[in-house]
């Protein structure tokens, strides 16, 4: 792996990493905060969006480690590609200025 492929990979990584502690941080504010009224469908909803992070995490980690570079950089970048269309539509909102009308 090349030292831009690799600074690529952990700055993703780490991007990835705090996905997943924002994502446990509204887990545990839905489940234990002031107004939470958590149900099982909501806690499995969450069990799985975490355990999937969990996987990417670890899974990157592992192929990297196991000579699997290519494998590895695909896996972490799962969630920047589902998260993408989000980014692409906040960057609408902000350079649009303050007097759009989004109605």
């Known amino acids: 792996m090349s030292k831009t492929t690799l600074v690529l990979f952990w700055i993703i990584w780490l991007l990835d990493v705090l ?20 149900n099982s469908k909501y806690i499995w ?17 592992y192929l990297k480690n196991h000579g699997n570079n290519k494998a590895a950089l695909s896996v972490v ?16 909102v902000v350079l649009s200025g303050k007097n759009a009308r989004w109605n």
């Open 19 to 38: 996905i997943a502690l924002f994502g446990h941080r509204e887990f545990m504010t839905g489940v234990f905060g002031r107004y939470a009224a958590p």
């Open 45 to 61: 909803l969450w069990v799985v969006l975490l355990a999937a992070m969990l996987f990417i995490i670890c899974g990157s980690l």
């Open 77 to 92: 970048c799962v969630p920047m590609v589902l998260v993408l269309p989000y980014l692409l539509w906040l960057g609408v």
